[in-house]
């Protein structure tokens, strides 16, 4: 025992036991996320589409939401496309003034055109494509305000009901944004007459 300080084995073999909790918890903690990668690759391989047919669907989707771009600025040409990761999603940004007119409480003409272009796009997907479209406002207010008239325009516009969900979302004031979304859909299995 030193005589200067009494304490300091004590405060050392506290210093060797809190490092070999830390290095316990960091051996767990990685065999954990091996575990994780592995049960995450294996879903993913189990689910996934073969390799032609998935790269197939990437170059569909990516074709079908090019038109719908194209076919939506035509209409209204101050909209801000983007495209966000995984290639099976686009966002179209517009100030609110060029889909709503507020005097009448009506969509505006450029946007049931643009609509009308996005449904026609949507109609040439392949069949296996399944959409959904989301309107998100940047305002609560507004969303309240003006979502049923934009849900009905959308409708018209050949825009299935039910791929249709309103809501809000982070944005700039004064914008709306279109979400579209393309998905696989997979083909529902049928059972055989056979014993279990």
């Known amino acids: 025992m030193?005589?200067?300080?009494?304490?300091?084995?004590?405060?050392v073999s506290l210093m060797l036991m809190i490092t070999t909790f830390m290095i316990v918890l960091t051996s767990i903690s990685l065999h954990e996320n091996t575990r994780m990668r592995a049960l995450?690759?294996?879903?993913?391989?189990?689910?996934?589409?073969?390799s032609g047919e998935g790269a197939a669907s990437a170059e569909a989707q990516s074709k079908t939401l090019g038109a719908v771009a194209n076919g939506f600025r035509q209409a209204i040409p101050l909209t801000e496309v983007?495209?966000?990761?995984?290639?099976?999603?686009?966002i179209l940004t517009m100030p609110i003034s060029s889909a709503i007119d507020t005097t009448a409480e009506t969509a505006t003409i450029e946007f049931e055109r643009g609509l009308q272009a996005m449904a026609a796009a949507l109609e040439k997907r392949p069949a296996d494509l399944r959409y959904e479209l989301e309107l998100r406002f940047s305002d609560g207010?507004?969303?309240?305000?003006?979502?049923?008239i934009l849900a009905t325009a959308a409708s018209a516009g050949g825009?299935?009901?039910?791929?249709?969900?309103?809501?809000?979302?982070?944005?700039?004031?004064?914008?709306?944004?279109?979400?579209?979304?393309?998905?696989?859909?997979?083909?529902?299995?049928?059972?055989?007459?056979?014993?279990?």
Request: no cysteine.
């Open 40 to 50: 995450i690759t294996g879903v993913r391989d189990t689910f996934a589409l073969t």
């Open 141 to 148: 207010a507004v969303a309240s305000t003006y979502a049923g």
């Open 159 to 196: 825009i299935v009901p039910a791929q249709l969900f309103v809501g809000t979302g982070p944005g700039a004031p004064e914008t709306l944004s279109l979400l579209v979304r393309l998905d696989p859909q997979v083909a529902p299995t049928t059972s055989g007459s056979g014993a279990p």
């Open 82 to 90: 983007e495209t966000a990761s995984g290639g099976n999603r686009l």
């Open 2 to 11: 030193p005589a200067g300080n009494p304490s300091l084995p004590t405060f």
